[in-house]
């Protein structure tokens, strides 16, 4: 996989400054923010996780990268039970956007709404209970949930772990002072996180399902590949391909 030149979304600055603008817009107007990849993405890793990872007995779930929430209020409204999943991101802007709309979603509708908004708004009305936090994965450890185990040593913890776009944004980080890029420190922490028996899921716009199943399934990771999702695909210039990849590992 070849390295991917360095882009302003590769920066933390940029992303301060999106969230900081969606956070102002949500205060002002309510408007949530973008869908990353678009609400496709999110029913589609949501159908995944129902088919592959069991609401009951119920699984802990982490989102690297979060952002405004959207996917994990999808999985909330999918039937996870929201005390047991957590979302981290490097801005503290976007988990303020997070919390913002988790409150809000949690707040009581009204009495008119028909059957289908009454249910939805049930596994809404749990959305705060959700936990967002501030952190940078490839520096901090994640923040552990109630009933975790509470060994510093194992940080193996998470049935489901999810990456909506995040490895994309890191892979146009720019080197550090030794040269290394920051996606190389990306895999094997993700592999760190997975409980055995656990899942990785991840989407990307930049990389193909053979690129990730090289990054993530190896020794190092301990991830092994399971499963894809299949996106459609497009032709150009004699040769196909998807616009995204979403690929899935499994911890043994």
């Known amino acids: 996989m070849s390295d991917l030149p360095p882009s302003k979304l590769g920066t933390k600055q940029h992303w301060d400054q999106v969230y900081s603008s969606e956070l102002v817009n949500f205060s002002e107007i309510g408007d949530e923010g973008e869908v990353w990849f678009g609400e496709d993405s999110v029913e589609k890793m949501v159908d ?3 088919e592959n990872v069991p609401t009951d007995p119920a699984p802990y779930v982490l989102e ?3 952002g405004n929430g959207n996917l994990l209020f999808a999985l909330c409204e999918a039937g996870y039970a929201p005390e047991r999943i957590c979302g981290v991101d490097y801005s503290a802007d976007a988990v303020q956007l997070a919390q913002a709309i988790a409150k809000a979603r949690a707040a009581p509708h009204s009495a008119q ?8 708004s049930r596994a809404s009305g749990a959305a705060d209970e959700i936990t967002f936090a501030t952190c940078d994965f490839l ?8 009933g975790m185990a509470r060994s510093d040593a194992d940080a193996a913890v998470w049935d489901l772990v999810l990456d909506k776009g995040t490895f994309d944004a890191i892979a146009l980080a ?3 002072e030794c ?3 920051p996606a190389e420190g990306y895999p094997p922490r993700i592999g760190r ?10 989407t990307s716009c930049n990389f193909t399902e053979e690129e990730l199943k090289a990054k993530f399934a190896n020794e190092e990771t301990g991830l092994q590949y399971h ?3 299949t996106w459609p695909t497009f032709s150009f210039g004699g040769q196909s391909g998807n616009v995204y990849s979403s690929v899935a590992f499994h911890k043994p």
């Open 174 to 176: 720019d080197r550090d």
């Open 179 to 181: 040269g290394r890029a």
């Open 139 to 146: 520096q901090d450890e994640v923040p552990r949930l109630a």
């Open 227 to 229: 499963s894809r999702i």
């Open 113 to 120: 709404d028909d059957t289908d908004e009454e249910e939805q």
């Open 64 to 66: 690297v990268g979060a």
């Open 48 to 50: 995944w996780a129902l």
């Open 193 to 202: 996180v997975v409980k055995p028996g656990g899942f990785f899921l991840i």
